[in-house]
């Protein structure tokens, strides 16, 4: 008699608030899945790290097609830069009747 006259109580007030406890429920779910689902802030922000590193990379390898590109415009035929000539013939082992080559162990590798 003593549960009944305890828990009679609190069903009625639940009972009249059941609408309350469905929002509750229903704003705990999206709540969630805004914060850990697959397009939520957490992915938002590992996403947005993702595509920082990706603009990094691709910053550092424009700077090195960039590099490249200077280096090949230097040995086009109608504007030939002598020294990057000179350059290459040496890393190819070219040297004049005069010059003796030496070859540091960094410079030994071979080329690939």
Sequence with gaps: MLRARL???VLRWAYGRWPLFLACAVLAYFGYHAVHGDR???AWLDRNRDIEAARLELAQLDA???QLQHRIDGLQE???DRDLLEEELRKLGYVRQNEVLVLTPEDAKPAN
Excluded: Y
Aim: negative net charge.
């Design 7 to 9: 828990i009679d109580p």
């Design 64 to 66: 090195e097609r960039d």
């Design 78 to 80: 109608g504007h030939l």
């Design 40 to 42: 939520g802030l957490l």
